[in-house]
């Protein structure tokens, strides 16, 4: 599947959630949680979808990497797996 170069970017969209997701962890309301999902949906397809551990997240200095390694399971679409290689 391709995307049009001036359309939505997945590997931007999927960026910005896990930016939030890094914000949205450090709210008191979610300490309680064992695990919470975002998913990444675009034309009705899954571009991405991470489980994030919530006792395994510490907030550090690299947002996207403090969410990504308290990450149990990330499923990503072929072409974003690649982008982000």
Do not use: C
């Amino acid at each position: 599947m391709g995307f049009p170069p001036d359309g939505p970017n997945p590997g931007l969209a999927t960026e910005h959630m896990v930016i939030a997701m890094y914000k949205f962890l450090q709210q008191e309301d979610v300490k309680g949680t064992k695990s919470i999902i975002l998913k990444v949906s675009q034309d009705n397809e899954i571009v991405s979808q991470i489980t994030v551990n919530t006792q395994k997240f510490v907030a550090g200095e690299y947002l996207i990497k403090s969410v990504l390694d308290a990450s149990d399971d990330i499923v990503m679409m072929t072409l974003l797996r690649n982008m982000g290689k």
